[in-house]
């Protein structure tokens, strides 16, 4: 079955950089690109960014563009979202998610979340 | 830029009842890339309907979707004790691409 298992909970400083994983089985990999979102304690989610995990293309939102960087490991079967230059309002949980089948698709398997705390 | 609001922001209704939730886009906006999500204390959210009318892989049928240009609903015909929870409207736009609501909350009356 598919899953999707991402890394466990960071706590982080102001200034720093976070690198959250995201291992799946159960499909190939290369077929379905990966969305992250993130969410914020009470708020609604928001979308990040995605990868192609095919060929590794990205695309990111504009409001963490230049602080965003999502990549992929083939052969690990698994995708890579780094946040850097952290703040504190980056504190939220953040999610991988599978796209049904090109990236505009929605979202049908999700990564368990990992927690990131930033705080000084 | 397409916003997507959400009401009401509770509702409180009792097992049995139906549930009728709204999301409303700030332009007309495909129906065609318009999802409804579900979302439980500290779980991901999990995809119920996709293309505004489409039941996800394995969602019972007392869920469904409705809607077109900038007024969609997701119904849920007879609560279950597990369909209390927090449900999320999403669309796809090329130029903003993914946005959310703010949710819907459905809980115990």
């Known amino acids: 079955q598919v899953q999707l298992v991402q890394s466990g909970a960071e706590v982080k400083k102001p200034g720093a950089s976070v690198k959250v994983s995201c291992k799946a089985s159960?499909?190939?990999?290369?077929?379905?690109?990966m969305q992250w979102v993130r969410q914020a304690p009470g708020q609604r989610l928001e979308w990040m960014g995605w990868?192609?995990?095919?060929?590794?293309?990205?695309k990111y939102s504009q409001k963490v563009q230049g602080r965003v960087t999502i990549t992929r490991d083939t052969s690990a079967s698994t995708a890579y979202m780094e946040l850097s230059s952290l703040r504190s309002e980056d504190t939220a949980v953040y999610y991988c998610a599978r796209a049904a089948g090109y990236s505009y698709d929605p979202w049908d398997y999700w990564g368990q979340g990992t927690l990131v705390t930033v705080s000084s | 830029e397409i916003v997507l609001t959400q009401s009401p922001g509770t509702l409180s209704l009792s097992p049995g009842e139906r549930a009728t939730l709204s999301c409303r886009a700030s332009?007309?906006?495909?129906?065609?890339?318009l999802a409804w999500y579900q979302q439980k204390p500290g779980q991901a959210p999990r995809l119920l309907i996709y293309?505004?009318?489409s039941r996800a892989t394995g969602i019972p049928d007392r869920f469904s979707g409705s809607g077109s240009g900038t007024d969609f609903t997701l119904t849920i015909s007879r609560l279950e004790p597990e369909d209390f929870a927090v449900y999320y409207c999403?669309?796809?736009?090329?130029?903003?691409?993914?946005?959310f609501g703010p949710g819907t909350k459905v809980d115990i009356k």
């Open positions: 990868i192609n995990a095919g060929t590794g293309d990205t």
């Open positions: 332009q007309s906006v495909s129906s065609s890339y």
């Open positions: 293309g505004a009318s």
């Open positions: 999403q669309h796809y736009d090329y130029s903003t691409l993914f946005t």
């Open positions: 159960g499909y190939t990999f290369t077929s379905y690109p």
